[in-house]
Protein backbone atom coordinates (compact mmCIF):
# COMPACT_ATOMS: atom_id res chain seq x y z
CA UNK A 1 0.00 0.00 0.00
CA UNK A 2 1.49 3.64 -0.79
CA UNK A 3 2.48 6.16 1.44
CA UNK A 4 0.47 8.67 0.25
CA UNK A 5 -3.51 8.28 1.45
CA UNK A 6 -6.46 9.28 -1.05
CA UNK A 7 -9.87 9.35 -0.78
CA UNK A 8 -11.41 6.32 -3.19
CA UNK A 9 -13.83 8.55 -4.57
CA UNK A 10 -15.49 12.00 -4.67
CA UNK A 11 -18.10 13.07 -6.59
CA UNK A 12 -19.84 16.38 -7.64
CA UNK A 13 -22.31 17.73 -9.75
CA UNK A 14 -21.69 19.15 -13.53
CA UNK A 15 -20.01 23.02 -12.16
CA UNK A 16 -19.21 22.25 -8.58
CA UNK A 17 -16.07 22.45 -6.56
CA UNK A 18 -14.27 18.80 -5.83
CA UNK A 19 -11.21 18.74 -3.88
CA UNK A 20 -8.89 15.46 -3.53
CA UNK A 21 -6.23 15.17 -0.60
CA UNK A 22 -3.50 13.89 -0.53
CA UNK A 23 -1.82 12.85 2.95
CA UNK A 24 1.60 11.54 3.66
CA UNK A 25 3.83 11.79 6.47
CA UNK A 26 6.84 13.84 7.92
CA UNK A 27 9.57 11.14 5.43
CA UNK A 28 7.31 13.02 2.22
CA UNK A 29 5.52 15.95 1.77
CA UNK A 30 6.18 16.73 5.14
CA UNK A 31 9.95 16.46 4.84
CA UNK A 32 9.61 19.28 2.33
CA UNK A 33 9.23 16.92 -0.94
CA UNK A 34 7.45 18.64 -3.93
CA UNK A 35 3.74 17.23 -4.38
CA UNK A 36 2.19 16.43 -8.73
CA UNK A 37 -0.85 15.35 -9.50
CA UNK A 38 -1.45 13.35 -12.71
CA UNK A 39 -5.19 12.35 -14.42
CA UNK A 40 -5.88 9.16 -15.92
CA UNK A 41 -8.49 9.54 -17.90
CA UNK A 42 -10.35 5.77 -18.43
CA UNK A 43 -8.40 3.45 -20.76
CA UNK A 44 -5.51 5.75 -21.28
CA UNK A 45 -2.08 7.12 -19.77
CA UNK A 46 -1.67 9.44 -17.22
CA UNK A 47 -0.69 12.92 -17.79
CA UNK A 48 0.67 15.71 -16.06
CA UNK A 49 -1.57 18.04 -14.25
CA UNK A 50 0.45 19.94 -11.62
CA UNK A 51 3.96 19.55 -11.08
CA UNK A 52 5.74 21.37 -8.22
CA UNK A 53 2.90 21.58 -5.79
CA UNK A 54 1.04 24.22 -7.62
CA UNK A 55 2.26 24.81 -10.89
CA UNK A 56 -0.01 24.19 -14.03
CA UNK A 57 1.83 22.82 -17.20
CA UNK A 58 1.00 24.55 -20.26
CA UNK A 59 -2.30 23.31 -21.85
CA UNK A 60 -4.14 22.57 -18.37
CA UNK A 61 -7.55 24.81 -17.48
CA UNK A 62 -7.06 27.29 -14.88
CA UNK A 63 -10.07 25.32 -12.95
CA UNK A 64 -7.23 22.92 -11.64
CA UNK A 65 -5.25 24.48 -9.05
CA UNK A 66 -3.24 22.70 -5.93
CA UNK A 67 -2.14 23.46 -2.45
CA UNK A 68 0.34 21.60 0.21
CA UNK A 69 0.45 22.14 3.72
CA UNK A 70 2.39 20.14 6.70
CA UNK A 71 2.00 16.79 5.58
CA UNK A 72 -0.63 16.82 3.49
CA UNK A 73 -1.78 18.51 -0.23
CA UNK A 74 -4.69 18.92 -1.95
CA UNK A 75 -6.13 18.99 -5.96
CA UNK A 76 -9.32 21.34 -6.47
CA UNK A 77 -11.21 21.43 -9.56
CA UNK A 78 -13.52 24.12 -10.13
CA UNK A 79 -16.04 24.33 -12.56
CA UNK A 80 -16.76 20.81 -12.98
CA UNK A 81 -16.96 19.11 -16.21
CA UNK A 82 -17.87 15.63 -17.31
CA UNK A 83 -14.96 15.20 -19.22
CA UNK A 84 -13.02 15.71 -15.94
CA UNK A 85 -14.19 12.21 -14.94
CA UNK A 86 -11.13 10.37 -14.04
CA UNK A 87 -8.58 8.59 -11.62
CA UNK A 88 -6.22 11.10 -10.09
CA UNK A 89 -2.84 10.51 -9.12
CA UNK A 90 -0.83 12.75 -6.24
CA UNK A 91 3.07 11.46 -6.50
CA UNK A 92 5.87 12.85 -4.44
CA UNK A 93 9.34 11.13 -2.52
CA UNK A 94 9.25 9.36 0.34
CA UNK A 95 13.05 8.33 2.40
CA UNK A 96 11.84 5.76 4.44
CA UNK A 97 13.18 2.44 4.48
CA UNK A 98 12.17 2.04 0.82
CA UNK A 99 13.01 5.70 -0.15
CA UNK A 100 11.71 5.99 -3.66
CA UNK A 101 9.39 7.82 -5.75
CA UNK A 102 5.74 7.37 -4.76
CA UNK A 103 1.98 7.65 -6.14
CA UNK A 104 -0.94 7.83 -3.86
CA UNK A 105 -3.81 5.73 -3.75
CA UNK A 106 -5.79 7.27 -6.38
CA UNK A 107 -9.08 9.02 -6.62
CA UNK A 108 -11.81 8.32 -8.65
CA UNK A 109 -13.89 11.47 -9.60
CA UNK A 110 -17.32 10.92 -10.96
CA UNK A 111 -19.86 13.46 -12.25
CA UNK A 112 -23.26 13.29 -11.21
CA UNK B 1 6.22 17.31 -28.93
CA UNK B 2 8.30 14.25 -27.86
CA UNK B 3 6.61 11.08 -27.61
CA UNK B 4 6.67 8.18 -26.34
CA UNK B 5 6.20 4.16 -27.84
CA UNK B 6 6.68 1.00 -25.44
CA UNK B 7 7.31 -2.32 -27.12
CA UNK B 8 8.21 -6.32 -26.62
CA UNK B 9 6.49 -9.18 -25.38
CA UNK B 10 3.29 -9.03 -23.64
CA UNK B 11 2.99 -12.32 -22.26
CA UNK B 12 5.82 -13.76 -20.06
CA UNK B 13 6.32 -16.94 -18.18
CA UNK B 14 6.59 -17.42 -14.59
CA UNK B 15 10.49 -17.48 -13.40
CA UNK B 16 11.78 -15.77 -16.74
CA UNK B 17 12.81 -11.90 -17.71
CA UNK B 18 10.65 -9.27 -19.06
CA UNK B 19 12.21 -6.93 -21.81
CA UNK B 20 10.41 -3.75 -23.03
CA UNK B 21 11.85 -1.40 -24.86
CA UNK B 22 10.77 2.51 -25.03
CA UNK B 23 11.51 4.28 -28.29
CA UNK B 24 11.70 8.10 -28.31
CA UNK B 25 10.63 10.48 -30.82
CA UNK B 26 9.97 14.47 -31.55
CA UNK B 27 13.51 14.55 -28.88
CA UNK B 28 16.53 13.61 -27.62
CA UNK B 29 17.37 10.70 -24.93
CA UNK B 30 20.44 12.60 -23.94
CA UNK B 31 18.70 15.34 -22.48
CA UNK B 32 16.70 13.96 -20.04
CA UNK B 33 16.00 11.29 -17.29
CA UNK B 34 13.69 8.28 -18.33
CA UNK B 35 11.71 6.23 -16.03
CA UNK B 36 9.82 2.74 -16.16
CA UNK B 37 5.83 2.88 -14.11
CA UNK B 38 3.37 0.37 -13.92
CA UNK B 39 0.36 -0.27 -12.81
CA UNK B 40 -1.31 -3.36 -12.04
CA UNK B 41 -5.05 -4.02 -13.63
CA UNK B 42 -7.77 -2.19 -11.46
CA UNK B 43 -4.35 -1.13 -8.64
CA UNK B 44 -2.29 2.26 -8.76
CA UNK B 45 0.37 3.20 -10.20
CA UNK B 46 4.37 2.05 -8.95
CA UNK B 47 7.56 3.85 -9.71
CA UNK B 48 9.94 1.03 -11.02
CA UNK B 49 13.33 3.01 -11.63
CA UNK B 50 14.56 5.56 -13.82
CA UNK B 51 17.65 5.92 -16.46
CA UNK B 52 19.82 8.89 -17.09
CA UNK B 53 22.67 10.21 -19.48
CA UNK B 54 25.58 7.59 -19.92
CA UNK B 55 23.62 5.75 -18.31
CA UNK B 56 23.25 6.11 -14.83
CA UNK B 57 20.66 4.78 -12.90
CA UNK B 58 18.18 5.03 -9.56
CA UNK B 59 15.90 1.93 -9.13
CA UNK B 60 12.68 1.42 -7.05
CA UNK B 61 14.61 -0.48 -3.72
CA UNK B 62 11.62 -3.45 -3.83
CA UNK B 63 12.35 -4.25 -6.96
CA UNK B 64 16.15 -3.27 -7.27
CA UNK B 65 17.42 -7.16 -7.41
CA UNK B 66 15.50 -7.92 -10.20
CA UNK B 67 16.13 -4.75 -12.53
CA UNK B 68 18.11 -3.52 -15.11
CA UNK B 69 17.36 0.19 -17.31
CA UNK B 70 19.73 0.85 -19.78
CA UNK B 71 19.54 3.34 -22.52
CA UNK B 72 20.78 3.00 -26.12
CA UNK B 73 21.42 7.16 -27.35
CA UNK B 74 22.26 5.94 -30.70
CA UNK B 75 18.70 4.38 -30.86
CA UNK B 76 17.37 6.94 -28.82
CA UNK B 77 15.36 4.05 -26.84
CA UNK B 78 16.01 2.97 -22.95
CA UNK B 79 15.15 -0.84 -22.21
CA UNK B 80 13.25 -2.37 -18.82
CA UNK B 81 14.27 -5.96 -17.56
CA UNK B 82 12.66 -7.59 -15.15
CA UNK B 83 13.77 -10.90 -13.72
CA UNK B 84 12.20 -14.03 -12.45
CA UNK B 85 8.67 -12.58 -12.92
CA UNK B 86 5.46 -13.92 -11.23
CA UNK B 87 1.85 -13.52 -11.75
CA UNK B 88 2.20 -10.49 -9.38
CA UNK B 89 4.71 -8.29 -11.74
CA UNK B 90 1.46 -8.53 -14.45
CA UNK B 91 0.92 -4.76 -15.20
CA UNK B 92 0.67 -2.11 -17.67
CA UNK B 93 4.24 -0.86 -17.93
CA UNK B 94 4.38 2.61 -18.92
CA UNK B 95 7.79 4.16 -19.70
CA UNK B 96 7.70 7.97 -19.34
CA UNK B 97 9.85 11.26 -19.64
CA UNK B 98 11.15 12.48 -15.98
CA UNK B 99 12.09 16.12 -15.06
CA UNK B 100 14.78 16.83 -12.34
CA UNK B 101 12.93 19.48 -10.59
CA UNK B 102 15.31 19.18 -7.83
CA UNK B 103 12.57 16.15 -6.76
CA UNK B 104 11.27 14.67 -10.07
CA UNK B 105 8.13 14.34 -11.52
CA UNK B 106 6.98 13.12 -15.34
CA UNK B 107 5.80 14.77 -17.80
CA UNK B 108 5.20 12.51 -20.66
CA UNK B 109 4.61 9.10 -20.84
CA UNK B 110 3.95 6.50 -23.59
CA UNK B 111 0.56 4.47 -24.06
CA UNK B 112 1.58 1.86 -21.38
CA UNK B 113 2.18 -2.19 -22.35
CA UNK B 114 0.02 -4.66 -20.80
CA UNK B 115 2.49 -7.41 -19.56
CA UNK B 116 1.25 -10.46 -18.42
CA UNK B 117 2.72 -13.21 -16.46
CA UNK B 118 1.21 -16.56 -16.92
CA UNK B 119 2.24 -19.90 -18.02
Known amino acids: QSVLTQPPSVSGAPGQRVTISCSGSGSNIGAGFDVHWYQQLPGTAPTLLIF???NRPSGVPDRFSASKSGTSASLAITGLQAEDEADYYC????????????FGTGTKVTVV | QVQLQESGPRLVKPSETLSLTCNIS????????WSWIRQPPGKGLEWIGY???????NYNPSLKSRLTISVDTSKNQFSLKLRSVTAADTAVYYC?????????????WGQGALVTVSS
Open chain 2, 26 to 33: GGSISSYY
Open chain 2, 51 to 57: VYNLGGT
Open chain 1, 91 to 102: QSYDTSLSASYV
Open chain 2, 96 to 108: ARTIDYGDYYFDF
Open chain 1, 52 to 54: GNT
